[in-house]
C-alpha cells in the first residue's frame, strides 16, 4: 500500500486528449483526495491540480483531474509542446505513521 | 512574489551532517505548513518532512526519523533541516515547499523552491 502507480510514460500528438492515470489503495487515494504536479528538467515542481479536480489559479482550463474509488486520473485536452514534462500525483497515505506519498512519475512527450 | 529558496547543500561524506535552508518571501510565512521533499537523481518525489505554521509539530517520513530534524524560525521567515548520519542513499535534490493549514495537503504543495542538491560521498 506504500505506492502510488502511474505509468512511465505517455505520449500524444499536438491537439490530443492525453490521460495519465494514478491508481492507489484505500489508505491513500481510497481515503485522501489526490494533487498533481508537473516538473521540468532542472526545475522543482509546480502544483497543477489539488483536491481531485480544483485547478490553482493560472493553470489552463485544459488540465483537468478525476477521481474514483482508488484511482485518479490527469487529462490534458489539446496537447501543447510545453505540455512535455514529468508528472506525478500525490495523496495522503493513512498508514502507519502517515505520510504524503508521491506517484511514480510519467514522463509526457509530445509527439 | 512569493518565492522560496533553498540553500545549504554540498558534498558531505558519509556520517556527516549538513544543515538545509529555505528563505521565504512575499508572503506571511507563519501562516503556512512548511514541507521538505526530496528527489534522488533520475528517481522520484520522495516527502521528507513537514512543520505546523508555528513549529509545534513536526512529521516525519519512517526513513529519516531520529535522523533528520525539521525546523523554523518565523521572526527570520526560514525553514531549516538539520541531517546527520548521512548515508549515500540520501543524495538528492532537497526542495521546500508550502501548504495552507488544512489536513492531510487539502490543498496541495502551492510553492516550491527550486531545489539545493545534497551529495553524500567519500
Known amino acids: 500500500q506504500s505506492v502510488l502507480t502511474q505509468p512511465p510514460s505517455a505520449s500524444g500528438t499536438p491537439g490530443q486528449r492525453v490521460t495519465i492515470s494514478c491508481s492507489g489503495f484505500s489508505s491513500n487515494i481510497g481515503s485522501n483526495t489526490v494533487n498533481w504536479y508537473q516538473q521540468f528538467p532542472g526545475t522543482g515542481p509546480k502544483l497543477l491540480i489539488y483536491s481531485n479536480n480544483q485547478r490553482p489559479s493560472g493553470v489552463p482550463d485544459r488540465f483537468s483531474g478525476s477521481k474514483s474509488g482508488t484511482s485518479a486520473s490527469l487529462a490534458i485536452s489539446g496537447l501543447q509542446s510545453e505540455d512535455e514534462a514529468d508528472y506525478w500525483c500525490a495523496s495522503w497515505d493513512d498508514g502507519l505513521n502517515g505520510r504524503y506519498l508521491f506517484g511514480t512519475g510519467t514522463r509526457v512527450t509530445v509527439l | 512574489e512569493v518565492q522560496l529558496v533553498e540553500s545549504g547543500g554540498g558534498l558531505v561524506q558519509p556520517g556527516g551532517s549538513l544543515t538545509l535552508s529555505c528563505a521565504a518571501s512575499?508572503?506571511?510565512?507563519?501562516?503556512?505548513?512548511m514541507t521538505w521533499v526530496r528527489q534522488s537523481p533520475g528517481k522520484g518525489l520522495e516527502w521528507v518532512a513537514n512543520?505546523?505554521?508555528?513549529?509545534?509539530?513536526?512529521n516525519y517520513v519512517d526513513s529519516v526519523k531520529g535522523q533528520f530534524t525539521i525546523s523554523r524560525d518565523n521572526a527570520k521567515n526560514s525553514l531549516y533541516l538539520h541531517m546527520s548520519s548521512l548515508r549515500a542513499e540520501d543524495t538528492a535534490v532537497y526542495y521546500c515547499?508550502?501548504?495552507?493549514?488544512?489536513?492531510?495537503?487539502?490543498?496541495?504543495?502551492?510553492?516550491w523552491g527550486q531545489g539545493t542538491t545534497v551529495t553524500v560521498s567519500s
Open positions: 515547499a508550502r501548504t495552507r493549514p488544512a489536513p492531510k495537503y487539502y490543498y496541495g504543495l502551492e510553492v
Open positions: 512543520i505546523s505554521p508555528d513549529g509545534s509539530g513536526t
Open positions: 512575499g508572503f506571511t510565512f507563519n501562516d503556512y505548513w
